[in-house]
T-cell receptor, first 115, second 115 residues
Framework: AQTVTQSQPEMSVQEAETVTLSCTYD???????LFWYKQPPSRQMILVIR??????QNATENRFSVNFQKAAKSFSLKISDSQLGDAAMYFC????????????FGKGTKLSVIP | EAGVAQSPRYKIIEKRQSVAFWCNPI?????LYWYQQILGQGPKLLIQ????????DSQLPKDRFSAERLKGVDSTLKIQPAKLEDSAVYLC?????????????FGPGTRLLVL
């Protein structure tokens, strides 16, 4: 079975500052994919960034970057120059497993941005 | 490109009643997913279709939940009879194929309240 753990239920950051959201995971597969999804109050889940496990280089998307530590099974999300629109629930997700390739989500971290 | 469409957006029913949700995936996406998201948790996969065939329904409570995807496009998820613990947001997602690297795109969800 695969699991995803987000240990920070809530985080806050000052506008324009940097914040890091933590995620750890567990899987027995060697080939897997990791994602961070953002869910604003409107409830539509939006992909923020993805990381292929076979790639050593950390993924970046504009102000969003990840710190992927494969041996430690850690996948944190860094948001630089935080903006008010970044306020949302952030979910870490793991796509793994043979056959159905089920996407497993963590419980989420609620990020607040303070003006 | 139109996103994943879902209806209704909100539904309130009494326990033991039945309810149905509809999802229209992104055009050309072969894979469709239904997730249940209980308040304060991450989404949990209920069922996954590849075209009109079921790939994974291991977490679908089959005594009360059913889903179909006729003609490999639109899908409906039904609950009959509903229980209080079915109160949740039901998310539909789609992807091009059922492969690990494929990004899932989510609809806005249907918020169900069972009284």
């Amino acid at each position: 079975a695969q699991t995803v753990t987000q240990s920070q239920p809530e985080m806050s950051v000052q506008e324009a500052e940097t914040v890091t959201l933590s995620c750890t995971y567990d899987t027995s597969e060697s080939d897997y994919y990791l994602f961070w999804y953002k869910q604003p109050p409107s409830r539509q889940m939006i992909l923020v960034i993805r990381q292929e496990a076979y790639k050593q280089q950390n993924a970046t998307e504009n102000r969003f970057s990840v710190n992927f530590q494969k041996a430690a099974k850690s996948f944190s999300l860094k948001i630089s120059d935080s903006q008010l629109g970044d306020a949302a629930m952030y979910f870490c997700a793991l796509y793994s497993g043979a056959g159905s390739y089920q996407l497993t989500f963590g419980k989420g971290t609620k990020l607040s941005v303070i003006p | 490109e139109a996103g994943v469409a879902q209806s209704p957006r909100y539904k309130i029913i009494e326990k033991r009643q039945s309810v149905a949700f509809w999802c229209n995936p992104i055009s050309g996406h072969a894979t469709l997913y239904w997730y249940q998201q209980i308040l304060g948790q991450g989404p949990k996969l209920l069922i996954q279709f590849q075209n009109n065939g079921v790939v994974d329904d291991s977490q679908l409570p089959k005594d009360r939940f059913s889903a179909e995807r006729l003609k490999g496009v639109d899908s409906t998820l039904k609950i009959q009879p509903a229980k209080l613990e079915d109160s949740a947001v039901y998310l539909c997602a789609s992807s091009l194929m059922v492969m690990k690297q494929e990004t899932q795109y989510f609809g806005p969800g249907t918020r169900l309240l069972v009284l």
